[in-house]
């Protein structure tokens, strides 16, 4: 048992997760005060789960496990929202002026089209751009590696043509 | 897309602004105050059932109310208890639910506290129209007792409006929570 209990050691996990913490909950949730609001949820349970943590698993797949359930707790209280509601305004906001205002676009696009996928293949490719492999994912997932394959084929194929449509 | 083009997303989605990370201890402490404010509700709630039902029993007492206007208190007593009781009873559930550590890694979790509301608004919709079906009888009883007048009519049928927009609104909540629980047994 290597649980977690100390309040140094846990705020320095939470530094390290935050910025995967803020990533995952962006593809969660498109408006950035909803979305700030549940990466503070996604950290608050990383917090309060890490004493239950116990050697089943390593550490990261632990973590990520927990922040994805929180992003499902999420969409189950915010039922009244579609999950696939897509905030246009995201899109038509100005780019700024800088020279890193292309890739600033092309973020938002890929935050959009991430928002747009099914919750199901939403979880694989969120996963998946954080570079974690098959076995990983099955694992945070609690889904089998063929399935992780089937979803994150679908995934890219559906993300290939929502990035597609935005250009 | 292929694993080239695949790179080039992850390291774009990975390049994303970071935001400020929060104080942890400013963050646990308003999840304490939100916990503090669910249980609260929970005890007006129910202070506020004893007052009215304590009320409307001695008022009719004290008054000495025809059979009919008895009956209907009774009744509208015994509707609210049994569904405070039902409700608070799914409500304690998903509450020791969203205690429990198991929330932030079990899906099993969050498919019961998404059965479990669905109950809740399966609920009201059911007590809702038996609550007009009561009413409206009470109502035919009163004329038929006392008869017409029009001013009681109007009353009534802001009433049953009132009542319907809320069984429509239950409607709409109860789709939107199955929905949710079919995505998450996908």
Redesign the interface.
């Known amino acids: 048992m290597v649980s977690i209990t100390k ?1 140094t050691e ?2 320095a996990l ?2 390290k997760f ?2 995967q913490i ?2 995952a909950a ?1 593809g969660y949730e498109n408006r950035p005060a909803l979305s ?1 609001e549940l ?2 949820e996604m ?7 890490l ?2 943590f116990n050697d089943q698993c390593s550490l990261n797949t ?1 973590i990520y ?2 922040i994805h ?2 992003g ?2 999420h ?2 209280r915010h ?2 929202i579609s ?1 696939d509601e897509l905030d246009e305004a995201m899109l038509c906001e100005s780019p700024t002026p800088e020279k890193s205002a292309l ?1 600033a676009q ?2 938002k696009q ?2 959009v089209a ?1 928002n747009q996928l ?3 293949l939403r979880q694989v490719m969120l996963l ?4 974690l492999n098959n076995i990983e994912m099955s694992e945070v997932l ?1 889904i089998s590696e063929a399935n992780v394959g089937v979803r994150l084929h679908r995934a ?2 559906q ?2 043509k929502l990035l597609a449509g935005m250009n | 897309m292929d694993n080239n083009e695949f790179e080039q997303l992850s390291s774009l989605w990975q390049s994303t602004d970071k935001k400020p990370m929060p104080q942890m201890d400013k963050v646990l402490k308003r999840h304490k105050r939100q916990g503090v404010i669910l249980r609260l509700n929970l005890c007006i709630e129910m202070l506020a059932l004893i007052v009215l039902t304590y009320l409307l029993i001695t008022s009719a007492l004290n008054n000495g109310l025809e059979f009919i206007k008895l009956t209907w208190i009774s009744f509208v007593t015994v509707w609210a208890v049994i569904i405070f009781i039902l409700a608070s009873r799914s409500r304690l559930d998903s509450l020791k639910q969203l205690k429990s550590q198991e929330i932030s890694t079990s899906i099993e979790i969050h498919k019961k506290l998404i059965k479990n509301e669905i109950y809740r608004w399966n609920l009201n919709i059911k007590a809702t129209w038996a609550f007009i079906l009561i009413f409206m009888v009470f109502n035919i009883a009163l004329i038929y007792q006392n008869g017409f007048e029009l001013n009681n009519l109007l009353t009534e049928a802001v009433l049953m409006a009132g009542l319907f927009i809320s069984i429509f609104f239950f409607v709409i909540k109860n789709k939107k929570a199955k929905e949710i629980l079919h995505t998450l047994e996908q």
């Open positions: 309040d846990k705020e939470i530094a935050w910025p803020s990533r962006a700030d990466a503070q950290a608050l349970s990383v917090w309060r789960s004493e239950g632990y496990r927990v359930n929180t499902i707790d969409i189950r039922s009244k999950e890739q092309r973020q890929l935050i991430v099914p919750l199901s998946k751009l954080e570079d609690g890219k194929e993300l290939s």
